[in-house]
């Protein structure tokens, strides 16, 4: 992660939550001057992100009232998180009550994390989204006449990838609702026609400043288990997408449109869509840093950091520079960039074997990896993030010499079970991409 000045110096961040979602966030800031304060409740040394700042702190990030009196006994300047939607609905009510800068209201947070509400401004902005069903269709025979199946069930205020369904008859979405249910903090759930198009989705980024909205990534996605739809967690994403061009000409006018209905000023915002015979269908959106960490694909691909960025309005400072605005490109000819995600079968985790190797290779920008030998992948992080054991962030200069890259990982890389079973079945089939 280049670092070009010592900006925050004799500044006092505090972070909300002490997992590796934080690391990146952590080193960045410490990196560039700030004083970085680390708070959760769990002990220090079972949290990564503790281990490697200026201090720790022991106040539960939920714990609101705690929150405020440490940041006035710590003479906290702003606070920050990383993608946990969990922490960020602490963070904002935590700088809306202490007078911490923060990029969105709780009002805002609201609008563009409820599935429901983000629909409803879609449809009111002319922004394309899938047909949606209400769950009384199917609570008696028959009712359901006329459904188009199947159908996606999925929590209206989840993440990771937990509580989504994909259903094929009347039994199946019942089921689905209820533990859609179960995953929602809400308790609210919304059925959607489901689009069938390969188990590809269309993600593009804005930055906001000021009222201001502009796009600065547009990529594609591919989903783990397109054909029996169970593990619905990404796979592949890569940059550029096939779909810049249709998004300027067909979405981009309304999605600005959308964000300035809402109110949203400042911050970094994200759509997924289902692009489909020629449609792009939004079904998604995130007012958040995103889980797949894509400042390591912007950073080497362009020279921006939107973490940075977040960080720096937080501790006061401005959201984004003009020279940060003119570095944006949404295509590129002599480039591509990716990120390969490691799904595993569950289990204990026996051994790991070709990392060192693969680590050599000249296409490696990044790798996280989740878990190690002696982890335990169990059967209920199946179908979510949770699934994954690493993320490789991939750079190479065509989409030849990329898929060569990717198929080279995916035979090298070898994690077995405490049973010498290979865990890493799921390997991703670059013909999917259509290169």
Same mark, same amino acid.
């Given at each position: 992660?280049?670092?070009?000045?010592?900006?925050?110096?004799?500044?006092?961040?505090?972070?909300?939550?002490?997992?590796?979602?934080?690391?990146?966030? &952590?080193?960045?800031?410490?990196?560039?001057?700030? *004083?970085?304060?680390?708070?959760?409740?769990?002990?220090?040394?079972?949290?990564?992100?503790?281990?490697?700042?200026?201090?720790?702190?022991?106040?539960?990030?939920? !714990?609101?009232?705690?929150?405020?009196?440490?940041?006035?006994?710590?003479?906290?300047?702003?606070?920050?998180?990383?993608?946990?939607?969990?922490?960020?609905?602490?963070?904002?009510?935590?700088?809306?009550?202490?007078?911490?800068?923060?990029?969105?209201?709780?009002?805002?947070?609201?609008?563009?994390?409820?599935?429901?509400?983000?629909?409803?401004?879609?449809?009111?902005?002319?922004?394309?989204?899938?047909?949606?069903?209400?769950?009384?269709?199917?609570?008696?025979? +028959?009712?359901?006449?006329?459904?188009?199946?199947?159908?996606?069930?999925?929590? &209206?205020?989840?993440?990771?990838?937990?509580?989504?369904?994909?259903?094929?008859?009347?039994?199946?979405?019942?089921?689905?609702?209820?533990?859609?249910?179960?995953?929602?903090?809400?308790?609210?759930?919304?059925?959607?026609?489901?689009?069938?198009?390969?188990?590809?989705?269309?993600?593009?980024? *804005?930055?906001?400043?000021?009222?201001?909205? !502009?796009?600065?990534?547009?990529?594609?996605?591919?989903?783990?288990?397109?054909?029996?739809?169970?593990?619905?967690?990404?796979?592949?994403?890569?940059?550029?997408?096939?779909?810049?061009?249709?998004?300027?000409?067909?979405?981009?006018?309304? &999605?600005?449109?959308?964000?300035?209905?809402?109110?949203?000023?400042?911050?970094?915002?994200?759509?997924?869509?289902?692009?489909?015979? +020629?449609?792009?269908?939004?079904?998604?959106?995130?007012?958040?840093?995103?889980?797949?960490?894509?400042?390591?694909?912007?950073?080497?691909?362009?020279?921006?950091?939107?973490?940075?960025?977040?960080?720096?309005?937080?501790?006061?400072?401005?959201?984004?520079?003009?020279?940060?605005?003119?570095?944006?490109?949404?295509?590129?000819?002599?480039?591509?960039?990716?990120?390969?995600?490691?799904?595993?079968?569950?289990?204990?985790?026996?051994?790991?074997?070709?990392?060192?190797?693969?680590?050599?290779?000249?296409?490696?920008?990044?790798?996280?990896?989740?878990?190690?030998?002696?982890?335990?992948?169990?059967?209920?992080?199946?179908?979510?993030?949770?699934?994954?054991?690493?993320?490789?962030?991939?750079?190479?200069?065509?989409?030849?010499?990329?898929?060569?890259?990717?198929?080279?990982?995916?035979?090298?890389?070898?994690?077995?079970?405490?049973?010498?079973?290979?865990?890493?079945?799921?390997?991703?089939?670059?013909?999917?991409?259509?290169?």
């Amino acid at each position: 992660m280049e670092i070009d000045n010592q900006e925050f110096r004799d500044k006092r961040l505090l972070v909300l939550g002490g997992t590796s979602a934080s690391l990146d966030l &952590v080193r960045l800031a410490r990196t560039m001057g700030a *004083y970085v304060i680390v708070t959760d409740e769990a002990d220090v040394s079972q949290r990564i992100s503790k281990q490697i700042a200026d201090e720790a702190a022991m106040v539960s990030t939920d !714990d609101i009232p705690g929150l405020i009196q440490l940041v006035k006994d710590k003479k906290i300047d702003g606070a920050f998180c990383g993608p946990s939607e969990f922490n960020l609905k602490n963070l904002i009510e935590l700088c809306d009550q202490s007078g911490l800068p923060c990029y969105a209201s709780p009002k805002q947070w609201e609008l563009c994390s409820n599935k429901k509400i983000f629909k409803e401004y879609c449809i009111k902005n002319k922004v394309p989204t899938a047909q949606e069903y209400s769950i009384d269709r199917f609570t008696r025979d +028959g009712q359901d006449h006329g459904v188009e199946y199947p159908l996606i069930v999925k929590p &209206v205020d989840g993440c990771s990838s937990k509580g989504i369904s994909i259903c094929n008859n009347r039994e199946e979405v019942t089921r689905a609702y209820e533990a859609a249910l179960a995953a929602s903090v809400s308790r609210h759930a919304v059925i959607e026609q489901y689009i069938d198009n390969g188990g590809e989705i269309f993600s593009f980024r *804005y930055i906001l400043d000021e009222g201001a909205y !502009d796009p600065y990534l547009t990529f594609d996605t591919y989903i783990a288990d397109p054909v029996n739809k169970k593990y619905l967690i990404s796979a592949f994403t890569c940059f550029p997408s096939k779909h810049t061009e249709a998004f300027l000409h067909d979405l981009d006018p309304n &999605v600005r449109n959308m964000f300035e209905d809402m109110g949203l000023k400042n911050g970094v915002a994200f759509i997924q869509s289902i692009p489909y015979k +020629g449609k792009i269908y939004c079904h998604e959106m995130g007012y958040r840093l995103s889980g797949g960490m894509i400042y390591k694909i912007t950073e080497p691909l362009m020279g921006i950091n939107d973490m940075k960025m977040m960080l720096r309005y937080a501790l006061g400072g401005t959201m984004v520079r003009p020279e940060e605005i003119k570095k944006i490109r949404l295509d590129y000819e002599d480039i591509v960039m990716a990120q390969l995600m490691i799904p595993l079968d569950s289990g204990t985790i026996g051994s790991i074997e070709g990392l060192d190797e693969i680590m050599k290779m000249e296409c490696i920008v990044d790798f996280l990896q989740y878990y190690k030998s002696g982890d335990t992948i169990g059967p209920e992080v199946m179908g979510t993030l949770g699934q994954h054991f690493g993320r490789f962030t991939l750079k190479a200069f065509n989409r030849e010499d990329m898929k060569t890259a990717v198929q080279m990982i995916q035979s090298k890389l070898l994690v077995r079970n405490t049973l010498g079973q290979d865990m890493y079945s799921m390997k991703f089939d670059m013909g999917r991409c259509g290169w």
